[in-house]
T-cell receptor, first 111, second 115 residues
């Protein structure tokens, strides 16, 4: 069974203090790894899809990387508006539509 | 482009009652998905429609849950009769195809509380 573990569960940063979120996964074969951002009372908002080890994608202050066992979401010089829950999800090769999510990391950036 | 719309946003019902959740996907998206997050757990897959056909309902908890997608447009998820453990946030998502290259667009969810 596919499993996704995210750490830490919660992270508090000062504005400008860079850090990384971790997503460890277990799948029979990885079709894709997804990062989403979720604000309170909203649904998950798509950020990135990564497909193979070594791949990297960037968007503003966010950079996602992928290895064969884990993914990192690096946040450079975060701002208070980056505060949200960040969700990681995997898609197994046995399915081209089903996502298996982790519990998420709650990021708080203080001004 | 309008997003995925879900309603109601909140519903509080008594145990044993029936509740129907509705999802309007992005126009033109053939693929529609339902997910659920119960307190303290991760978001979990419930089922997948392609147009009006159920492709995979392996995540549906039991036969008290019934999903339909009439005419391949909006979808409903009915819970009858509701139990306490059905409380959670129900998300709908849609996509033009599968594979997720452009991600899946989620709605804001329906928070269901069964008392």
């Amino acid at each position: 069974e596919d499993q996704v573990t995210q750490s830490p569960e919660a992270l508090r940063l000062q504005e400008g203090e860079s850090s990384s979120l971790n997503c460890s996964y277990t799948v029979s074969g990885l079709r894709g790894l997804f990062w989403y951002r979720q604000d309170p009372g909203k649904g998950p908002e798509f950020l990135f899809t990564l497909y193979s080890a070594g791949e990297e994608k960037e968007k503003e202050r966010l950079k996602a990387t992928l290895t064969k066992k884990e993914s990192f979401l690096h946040i450079t010089a975060p701002k208070p508006e980056d505060s949200a829950t960040y969700l990681c999800a995997v898609q197994d090769v046995s399915s081209n539509y089903k996502l298996t999510f982790g519990k998420g990391t709650l990021l708080t950036v203080n001004p | 482009e309008a997003g995925v719309t879900q309603f109601p946003s909140h519903s509080v019902i008594e145990k044993g009652q029936t509740v129907t959740l509705r999802c309007d996907p992005i126009s033109g998206h053939d693929n529609l998905y339902w997910y659920r997050r119960v307190m303290g757990k991760e978001i979990k897959f419930l089922l997948h429609f392609v147009k009006e056909s159920k492709q995979d309902e392996s995540g549906m908890p039991n036969n008290r849950f019934l999903a339909e997608r009439t005419g391949g447009t909006y979808s409903t998820l009915k819970v009858q009769p509701a139990e306490l453990e059905d409380s959670g946030v129900y998300f709908c998502a849609s996509s033009p195809g599968t594979g997720g290259k452009r991600g899946y667009t989620f709605g804001s969810g329906t928070r269901l509380t069964v008392v």
